[in-house]
DNA sequence: ATGGCCAATTTTATTGGA
């Protein structure tokens, strides 16, 4: 079974490369976790996606935000948002038990800048991701992937000293996420390749992209029973690298399990 | 692959992204 994580950057304006990539893999792809719809549950292009197979499941938001898990088998239930008033209006989170394993999708916020209000949003949201993942059962294999806007560490920078306490490379943010690690989730990608550089997003700005100026912020997380039949961890960088139609400034990020 | 962001809305500017 392989997982997919791509933050799109508006479903409508990728939805197009989107589907070329899925093809293009020749349907390898059983669940895709996408972020930044940027569109309403009703707007979303469901039928898109069923012509490829896929049933999805979508917590979207006008302009800002919004979620979705596309899976080819139905969930056997879904989940979406935090339950918590306060962080509620901003679509960020969903999850589906899909054959017996609970999967999200979640988009954490961006944090401008250390000491604005969006940074600690930011930290509070991280807060209630833990929160959230505590009242979970813990007896089914769970995944969580999307795009964290961390680069947990240096290895994940194209430039660690230029970037050095910069949005994504600063300790708040990284203790943050570590402290989501630390309930038990392995990042996949890492612990396969312990020493490789491997970037999911680039600027938009001076050909970052093509010089590789990028970080790794988008990741999947597994828990214990899954590390157990991680097979292999891909960052494809195809969709990233077209010249038309405009990519999305992440790139999708695969894992494989056998199951 | 080779100059220079992209997307949505508030639209001919502004806001948010990272």
């Given at each position: 079974m392989k997982i997919a994580t791509y933050n799109v950057n508006s479903?409508?304006?990728?939805?197009?490369?989107?589907?070329?990539?899925?093809?293009k893999r020749g349907g390898d792809i059983d669940v895709l976790c996408l972020q930044e719809l940027k569109v309403t549950d009703e707007a979303f292009p469901y039928g898109e996606f069923e012509r490829l197979g896929y049933n999805c499941t979508v917590s979207g938001q006008r302009a800002y935000?919004?979620?979705?898990?596309?899976?080819?088998?139905?969930?056997?239930?879904?989940?979406?948002n935090?339950?918590?008033?306060?962080?509620?209006?901003?679509?960020?989170?969903?999850?589906a038990n899909i054959n017996g394993i609970v999967l999200y999708s979640v988009y954490a916020p961006?944090?401008?800048?250390?000491?604005?209000?969006?940074?600690?949003?930011?930290?509070?949201?991280?807060e209630a991701l833990r929160g959230f993942l505590?009242?979970?059962?813990?007896?089914?294999?769970?995944l969580l992937a999307g795009d964290f806007n961390v680069a947990l560490n240096d290895l994940d920078v194209y430039d660690p000293v230029a970037l050095e306490d910069t949005?994504?490379?600063?300790?708040?943010?990284?203790?943050?996420?570590?402290k989501v690690l630390q309930m038990g989730f392995i990042d996949s990608f890492r612990h396969l390749h312990p020493e490789q550089r491997g970037f999911s997003w680039w600027a938009y700005t001076g050909g970052a992209v093509w010089k590789d100026q990028g970080m790794r912020i988008d990741y999947i997380?597994?828990?214990?029973?899954?590390?157990?039949?991680?097979?292999?961890?891909?960052?494809?960088?195809?969709?990233?690298?077209?010249r038309t139609p405009i990519p999305s400034d992440h790139t999708p990020v695969i894992a494989e399990f056998a199951i």
């Open positions: 479903i409508k304006s990728r939805l197009g490369l989107l589907i070329q990539w899925l093809e935000n919004g979620v979705a898990i596309c899976s080819k088998t139905r969930p056997q239930w879904v989940i979406k935090f339950g918590v008033a306060e962080l509620d209006g901003q679509k960020r989170l969903i999850a961006h944090g401008d800048e250390r000491g604005s209000e969006k940074f600690n949003y930011k930290l509070r949201w991280y505590s009242q979970q059962s813990q007896d089914l294999p769970t949005i994504g490379t600063m300790k708040e943010e990284r203790e943050a996420l570590k997380l597994c828990s214990a029973p899954l590390v157990k039949c991680l097979k292999s961890v891909e960052i494809d960088q195809w969709p990233r690298r077209r």
